[in-house]
T-cell receptor, first 112, second 115 residues
């Protein structure tokens, strides 16, 4: 079966660094997305990894290890507006295509 | 770019009534997805279309749910009859072919409450 795990909730201080982990046990893996979702809003795309290694994009970076079934999202210089849910989504083979399957999300609370 | 457009934004209705949710994908995107999001179960894929054809509807909870995509710019998700346990936020998303690495773009969602 498919299983994608993320911590339910994390808290961090403004200006700090936080790492949100995602582990998966799946078949037919073909890439991993991270999305950000503010309360009451739609998920928005943050990053995509298909090869092992680190992808950096401003204050946000995402890492993937395919052999370990592991990814993390790193947020630097945290701001209050970074308080949101962060969703890990794994692309899985389905009906000849690759469809993102979402984890339950990690609710990040940034406090002053 | 107008983004993915969903309507209505909010729907409150009594159980047993028919509910129709609508979605207009981003022009040029050939894949469309319907998701349901709840606190208990997170974001669940209900059905997705590729080039207007339903490819995988294994996530549709039961026969009360149906979805159509009559053309490249419009899709509906229908619940008939509705039940209180259908209360959730329903998202529509579109992307280029799911075989690519292009991300999904989500609409603002329909917040559905069945009384």
């Amino acid at each position: 079966g498919q299983n994608i795990d993320q911590p339910t909730e994390m808290t961090a201080t403004e200006g700090a660094i936080v790492q949100i982990n995602c582990t998966y046990q799946t078949s037919g893996f073909n890439g991993l997305f991270w999305y950000q979702q503010h309360a009451g809003e739609a998920p928005t795309f943050l990053s995509y990894n298909v090869l092992d290694g680190l992808e950096e994009k401003g204050r946000f970076s995402s890492f993937l290890s395919r052999s370990k079934g592991y990814s993390y999202l790193l947020l630097k210089e945290l701001q209050m507006k970074d308080s949101a849910s962060y969703l890990c989504a794994v692309r899985l083979a389905s009906g000849g295509s690759y469809i993102p399957t979402f984890g339950r999300g990690t609710s990040l609370i940034v406090h002053p | 770019d107008a983004g993915v457009i969903q309507s209505p934004r909010h729907e409150v209705t009594e159980m047993g009534q028919e509910v129709t949710l609508r979605c207009k994908p981003i022009s040029g995107h050939n894949s469309l997805f319907w998701y349901r999001q709840t606190m208990m179960r997170g974001l669940e894929l209900l059905i997705y279309f590729n080039n207007n054809v339903p490819i995988d509807d294994s996530g549709m909870p039961e026969d009360r749910f149906s979805a159509k995509m009559p053309n490249a710019s419009f899709s509906t998700l229908k619940i008939q009859p509705s039940e209180p346990r259908d209360s959730a936020v329903y998202f529509c998303a579109s992307s280029f072919s799911p075989g690519s690495n292009q991300p999904q773009h989500f609409g603002d969602g329909t917040r559905l409450s069945i009384l």
